[in-house]
């Protein structure tokens, strides 16, 4: 049996594969019906072949550098083993896909929750991708798990950005502190401290996130970090990158921007469901080199899903 019709066998059962299936629709109709009429225009496994192989690589967002790594590694597959078959093509295109993502590491999807205290999990990202959405949608989805869930709404360079956080938090029925008279540490700190006040067992800190000025954003991130290593006597926890899917290689180009100025522990992709170009979950592991923690597959509360590469993979090639 190939890797492919494990991936069918196995994977197919697993949580939240529905959501893979329907959120992943634009990028499979797109992606897999190229690769189907690449099969068709080609009987022979060419330099043509592997070119126009690269290209729909390349305009799903799986990026350049990932994309040349990918079609060295087939090629010498096809040498090494000989293939000529293009249904077992297949198999070896999905293989190494979910190779490259893995990469021989042992990948954590999950939030890293404080054992011993209060989770704190910091969330950057540029105005626009859908931070304060995703902060509403994991701190709806952290509630359901049972843990007593609190927003501070720290960004106050974003008009709105404050009173935006507190209508989810009233919607959702979670504590919620945010001023947007004052600079943001004061926020956090003031925030932390209702926090313990009420035993809150995860905070869900929103910041700005502009990157016009690096400078500024650099001296601000790490101003409340050091508010939240005081009050908590440890390191925050998490800082999540929000990326949204749909801006591609902009995206990855953001991802690398906010690497240089915090220590970035996990990705998040909103609305992977409403773009064509999917690829980018490859091309944000390979170069950036952090891990996809969640995705977001549709508008609802529950939409905001962790990320699981096989599902990922089924998602995106269940009928090829």
Known sequence: MGIFDKIKKVFSNKENVEKYDEGLTKTRDN?????????????????????????????????????????????????EENISDFEYLKEVIVDELLLIYVNGEQLVSKINYNESGMTTILFVGVNGVGKTTSIAKLGYRMKNEGKKVMFIGADTFRAGAVSQLKLWADKLGILFYGRDDTDPATVVYEGLTKAKEENIDVCLIDTAGRLQNKVNLMKE???????????????????????????????????????????????????????????????????????????????????????DIESYIYGLFKEW
Do not use: H, W
Not at 54 to 74: C, Q
């Open 221 to 307: 991130l790490e101003k409340i970090n050091k508010i939240i290593e005081k009050k908590q006597e440890c390191k925050v926890d998490e800082t999540l990158l929000v990326i949204d899917a749909s801006t591609g290689q902009n995206g990855i180009s953001q991802a690398k921007s906010f690497k240089e100025i915090c220590d970035i522990t996990g990705i998040i992709l909103t609305k992977l469901d409403g773009t064509a170009k999917g690829g980018i979950v490859l091309g944000v592991k390979e170069e950036i080199g952090l891990p996809v923690k969640f995705v977001g597959l549709g508008e609802k509360e529950e939409d905001m899903i962790p990320f």
């Open 31 to 79: 992606f897999v019906n190229k690769l189907n009429l690449l099969g068709i225009k080609y009987t022979k496994i060419s330099d043509e072949f592997y070119d126009e192989l690269e290209e729909i690589l390349i305009m799903a967002d799986v990026g350049t550098k990932v994309t040349e790594k990918f079609i060295d590694k087939i090629k010498k597959r096809v040498k």
